[in-house]
């Protein structure tokens, strides 16, 4: 007997839908849900584990997604020839999902519970990471979790000034921003966000466009609920004896934590200092308690914390809430290398290196969804060192490709369009407490203008929070935050732009909690930081430097006609050698648009533009119609190899020769006569050249 498909529609612009199904695939999970959107379509499944994770206090969430190649009909690459580890983009796409679903979570609740959204078919006009987002919150919401209400996903851009809601690949190209943005029917939860200096304005038009929509998605998945009518829901374990606890502790560490955050204002110190207060505090409670003690410990800290600020008006720090940490930036800080920058912030600090390379270093991408190549990449590293801590370090982190991700987005859009260099940035946080993606970005703009490389304008990254008095319902914006501001606060917003907009943003709400006056405010706030921070990294360098360094590479392109591409080449690749021996550099040919372009790398400007004349030397492009000497160079039974110009040959065929049909070439012909030919054009990307009724020139 066949299931009961359970199934809506949401509804868009030009006759397009989006389908949500349920009740015929992976009955052994909890829930699943089929995504459909032309052809894209989505699996998604929920499976809860029986038992709470014993000591955690947080959400033991997992999100698994994947693309499979069988999606767009193609058999991965490699040796195994299927699917491995996650790809960054598949990632990134994880890291999304989890930030948009761990807030609607019930606090209290610590069952393990596993997502896996696998992408089935791609439709090529319709990108699937969003859809994974709805997916995921559609089976979620249909399982026996409490949730309050679910939420969504959309891609939004602007093109010909006009909002366009998930779109396809091709569009997403021509687009002046692209924002990715989640939410609830009462707050936007989750943005991330790359632009093209778009001002605060355009940024708050377009979450609003993109929040209208998040609420038809929910409402597709309220009524989908309705139709299942599932009632049994997961009863959640409060936390035995809380009034024990919050007492007990309240007494122990009231006092001593508000003395801490008055008078100490080193990170480091002060945790050393927690740390010996939670100890004392366990040796005073039950033995057998210890996750109770650490859980309530630390929820009485942030309480008393927050009390603190809402009363004194100050921060950990002894800050104000729109001050920024205290500044420092030196450039040519490694000085063998193309370019360096160290960028300090308070007790945040990030060194940033740039290598320039050819062609043949671009990042290339071979996944399910995108074939590229980037000339512009940048790595950002989180060793343990940087918090003080102990970690062995297990491969990249998906925080490390996520900030790394941010950072690029943040800068690739100022690097100048005729750039002829490869750039590689690795960023290295080398300290931090809070907001080491903008540090990162900070760093590396001047590490850009350090190398040499004319960026359009500098970008600033900056780190701004939100905490609510639950009480009364106050919110307070703060400036440049702190990592324990971004701990127990409820909002965290990264903006990176320069003087005139913002180039790339990332926010995560803990709460249920953001309307648009408020993010107005936080906009506001931060482009007065923002020039704030690019006042005083243009102290450092005020404008990148008119030369590169001495020990950087060099490189020239240009672009030859196609049909010289072998010329230049030469049999067995033998011309293209000897020029690179000869000069002491490196030559890349390719054909790119019906052209061969040629990039020449090299350490001395003059040693490359010996190469350069010497491969325009070898190019003579002959006029249709004219006569030309050349010199016969071998003589083949189909015709003879001739050579117009120097480093320039061509085949003169047997049929274009001027001579009578049943004499030997050998005979009528010898290596080194001058012959006239005419040039009769290109036939197949080959230079045709004939000598019927034109004379002999006398030999040589």
């Not at 979790?145 to 091709?170: A, D, K, Q």
């Not at 001002?199 to 998605?217: D, G, M, N, R, T």
């Not at 991408?365 to 940087?386: A, C, G, M, R, T």
């Not at 325009?616 to 492009?621: E, L, T, W």
């Amino acid at each position: 007997m066949t299931p009961k498909l359970i199934k809506e529609k949401i509804f868009l612009k030009d006759g397009k839908y989006i389908k949500i199904e349920t009740g015929q695939l992976a009955k052994q999970a909890n829930s699943s849900v089929i995504i459909r959107m032309g052809n894209t379509i989505l699996l998604a499944t929920v499976v809860i584990s029986k038992e709470e994770k014993e000591g955690v206090n947080f959400i033991p969430l997992t999100i698994d997604y994947r693309e499979k190649y069988s999606a767009i009909g193609k058999i991965p690459g490699g040796y195994l020839k299927r699917e491995g580890r996650a790809t960054e983009e598949e990632i990134m796409t994880m890291r999304l999902i989890d930030r948009v679903l761990r807030p609607i979570f019930p606090k209290n609740f610590y069952k393990d519970i596993q997502i896996m959204i696998s992408l089935l078919s791609y439709d090529k006009k319709i990108l699937p990471d969003v859809l994974a987002g709805l997916a995921a919150s559609s089976a979620l919401y249909i399982s026996e979790i409490p949730l309050t209400e679910p939420v969504s996903i959309v891609r939004i851009i602007r093109v010909n000034n006009s909002f366009v809601l998930n779109p396809g690949i091709e569009q997403l190209k021509k687009s002046s921003f692209e924002l990715i943005i989640g939410g609830s029917n009462r707050s936007i939860i989750m943005i991330e966000g790359e632009m093209k200096e778009i001002s605060e304005l355009e940024l708050l038009k377009a979450i609003k466009y993109a929040h209208k929509h998040i609420k038809y998605q929910i409402s597709a998945q309220k009524r989908l609920r309705k139709k299942i009518k599932k009632n049994t829901l997961i009863n959640l374990n409060k936390k035995e004896d809380k009034n024990f606890f919050h007492s007990k502790i309240i007494k122990l560490i009231k006092y001593n934590i508000k003395k801490l955050y008055t008078k100490c204002y080193n990170k480091k110190k002060r945790n050393d200092k927690l740390e010996n207060l939670l100890k004392k505090v366990k040796q005073k409670m039950p033995k057998d308690s210890e996750n109770e003690i650490k859980y309530y410990f630390n929820e009485l800290k942030k309480k008393i914390i927050l009390d603190l600020i809402f009363k004194t008006k100050k921060r950990l720090d002894g800050r104000n809430f729109n001050k920024i940490r205290d500044i420092w930036c030196q450039v040519d800080f490694l000085s063998g290398i193309h370019g360096s920058a160290l960028f300090t912030r308070g007790e945040t600090q990030a060194l940033s290196t740039i290598t320039l390379g050819s062609s043949s270093d671009v990042k290339k991408i071979d996944s399910v969804i995108e074939q590229d190549q980037q000339k512009f990449y940048l790595h950002y590293n989180f060793p343990p060192f940087s918090t003080g801590e102990i970690r062995i370090v297990r491969g990249i982190s998906r925080r490390e490709i996520g900030h790394g991700n941010l950072a690029q987005r943040a800068l690739k859009n100022i690097l100048p369009s005729n750039n002829p260099y490869t750039i590689r940035i690795v960023a290295d946080v080398l300290e931090s407490n809070g907001s080491s993606s903008m540090a990162t970005i900070c760093a590396s703009t001047l590490a850009l203008m350090d190398a040499g490389i004319p960026i359009i304008r500098p970008v600033a990254g900056i780190a701004m929070g939100l905490i609510i008095n639950k009480s009364t319902g106050e919110k307070i914006v703060l400036s440049d935050i702190l990592g324990e501001e971004d701990s127990w606060g409820d909002m965290d917003f990264k903006i990176a732009g320069t003087k005139l907009g913002i180039t790339a943003c990332q926010m995560d709400v803990k709460v249920e909690c953001l309307n648009h006056e408020i993010l107005a405010k936080i906009l506001l706030k931060a482009k007065i930081g923002r020039l704030f921070l690019l006042s005083k990294m243009l102290k450092t360098i005020p404008k990148p430097r008119i030369f590169l360094k001495p020990h950087a590479p060099k490189i020239y392109a240009f672009t030859i006609p196609k049909s010289f591409i072998g010329a230049v080449i030469g049999h067995g690749g033998k011309k293209i050698n000897d020029i690179q021996n000869e000069t002491n550099t490196s030559i890349l040919i390719e054909e790119k648009n019906n052209l061969g372009r040629i990039e020449i790398i090299g350490k001395k400007k003059e040693e490359i533009k010996k190469a350069v004349r010497v491969i325009k030397s070898m190019i003579f492009i002959p006029k249709i119609g004219n006569i030309y000497k050349a010199r016969v160079k071998s003589i083949k039974e189909f015709g003879v190899f001739i050579e117009i110009s120097k480093g320039l040959e061509s085949l003169l065929h047997i049929s274009e020769i001027n001579f009578h049909p049943f004499d030997r070439l050998e005979d009528f012909l010898k290596i080194g006569d001058i012959i006239l030919v005419k040039y009769l054009g290109v036939d197949n990307g080959k230079m045709r050249f004939s000598n019927k009724y034109l004379k002999y020139e006398t030999k040589t």
